[in-house]
């Protein structure tokens, strides 16, 4: 059968705690039906998200051990950046302290006012950066990318021919660039192809646009490209990545998702690109040598990237979530299929269909499954969207309940528990409300915003 094979073994836990339901109902109350606003210590599964949450090796805890420590030119920053170049083949890097730290450099190097980022599908922070140098941006996902039940192996694709349009219809020079996020997050963790990242490539190389791969969530798709992609399927994983690298003039990551706690990084073979990056490094992040993190950090960073050149370890992932989504399929639970990275995503929409999109199908979804389980995933609909100038509602695309599914974290039998009471919880779904806000922030409402039952 499909059950996934673990090629580690576990030294070191970490106690849980489930309190009983009672707490937990007075837990999300204090919450304001938030579970952003939760406190650990009443979660029992956190699949918030795959974000400074994943397991470290034990190969990256020794080399933390052996960091050298200095303002400027340490050894540890030269270890990083020969791992950088020997991975990616890319001459310069230039260290962050975080995914979104490297975008906002990006966005302040690249993006003049009234340009456009063309991009497979934004990220929430991604596009906060561009829109704050008033740029806009332009989502280019194939058709099926937001088909919930779909067989399409690579629904982060980038439509090539939106693409053409796009810039015939403005001209290159009004392009930024061009982003592909590997592992498109917002969309259920979906890959796209290399086959698509080649046409991607083609068209930015006839117009003379640069393209970005966003490579924060690349571990996941370069295990769904050696699986799924035929034409690569003899590739190793190290080959797929350094022709993704050659088709890609900067890539950028958050090393949060190597199991590291911070950390990031912008690389390129352009020397006109990274002078133009370097001045914002030392403003915004530190010296050249570090960039906001720690030794210890960038040691972990370094094997970090090394082990995804590992399929047995970046396949444990993937296996676990597809796992997670064949199960509740099996079991009538509406989910986004195929599985993707990241984690398993249910569908509110379907799952709690007498809950309009102005009571936040998805944000109810995930108080009423925390309240049954313990369980702490995140609203990923209308409530991460924010109103429009008029103060209505912008009703998202999708309205999806992500439990993350942190790296080599959980056990089966503890998703076997969340499949469980995801069942119980759809068996039961009439008892769900919908949620109204008693406070909404204006900016980012889905962190600290409070809200009670219809
Ligand atoms: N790009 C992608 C594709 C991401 O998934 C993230 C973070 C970032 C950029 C920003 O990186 O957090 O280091 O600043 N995703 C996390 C998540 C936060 O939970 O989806 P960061």
């Keep these: 059968g499909n059950v996934p094979l673990e090629m580690h073994k576990v030294r070191i836990v970490q106690k849980l705690n489930l309190p009983p339901v009672e707490r937990r109902l007075e837990a999300i109350q204090e919450a304001g039906n938030n579970t952003f606003l939760l406190k650990n210590r009443d979660v029992f599964m956190d699949m918030l998200t795959d974000s400074g949450v994943n397991a470290m090796s034990d190969n990256q805890l020794a080399a933390m051990m052996q960091a050298d420590d200095s303002y400027a030119g340490s050894e540890t920053f030269t270890k990083l950046e020969n791992k950088i170049q020997e991975i990616f083949d890319k001459k310069f890097f230039l260290p962050a302290h975080q995914g979104r730290a490297c975008e906002n450099i990006l966005a302040q190097a690249l993006v003049k006012p009234g340009t456009i980022v ?36 690579f629904k982060g694709n980038m439509d090539v021919d939106k693409l053409k349009a796009l810039v015939e219809k403005h001209g290159a020079e009004k392009i930024a660039f061009v982003r592909l996020e590997a592992g498109t997050n917002l969309i259920g963790g979906q890959p796209f192809s290399l086959e698509n990242m080649k046409e991607v490539y083609k068209v930015c190389r006839d117009f003379g646009i640069i393209l970005i791969l966003d490579a924060s969530l690349l571990a996941d798709n370069l295990y769904f490209i050696k699986e799924r992609e035929d034409a690569y399927k003899n590739l190793s994983i190290r080959e797929i990545t350094r022709i993704m690298s050659e088709l890609s003039d900067i890539i950028y990551f958050s090393a949060r998702k190597l199991g590291c706690a911070r950390g990031g990084g912008i690389c390129t073979n ?19 040598t570090y960039g906001g993190m720690s030794v210890r950090e960038m040691e972990a960073i370094t094997v970090g990237l090394e ?148």
């Excluded at 509740?328 to 799952?351: N, R, S, Y």
Aim: proline residues 4%; aromatic residues 10%.
């Design 307 to 454: 082990e995804t050149m590992d399929e047995n370890m970046i396949n444990q992932g993937p296996q676990f979530i597809a796992y997670m989504v064949e199960k509740l399929k099996e079991k009538g639970i509406p989910v986004v299929t195929p599985a993707g990275g990241l984690g398993c995503h249910i569908d509110a929409m379907q799952f709690v269909s007498n809950i309009p999109q102005s009571q936040y199908p998805a944000g109810a979804l995930a108080a009423a499954l925390y309240i049954a389980s313990g369980v702490r995933g995140m609203e990923r609909g209308t409530l991460s969207e924010q109103r429009d100038e008029n103060g209505n509602e912008t009703f998202a695309n999708v309205e999806l309940l992500r439990l993350a599914m942190p790296r080599r974290v959980f056990t089966l039998s503890q998703v076997d528990y969340a499949i469980d009471r995801i069942v119980w919880l759809y068996e039961n779904r009439q008892l769900i409300e919908g949620l109204t806000f008693v406070e909404e922030p204006k900016v980012l409402r889905f962190f600290f915003g409070k809200l009670k039952a219809v």
């Design 270 to 288: 352009s020397e006109d690109i990274y002078m133009k990056l370097r001045e914002y490094i030392t403003l915004y992040e530190g010296f050249l």
């Design 118 to 153: 063309a991009t497979n599908y934004h990220f929430t922070t991604t596009k906060a950066h561009i829109t704050l140098q008033s740029g806009s941006v332009e989502e280019l996902i194939i058709d099926e990318g937001l088909n919930i039940n779909s067989t399409h192996p």
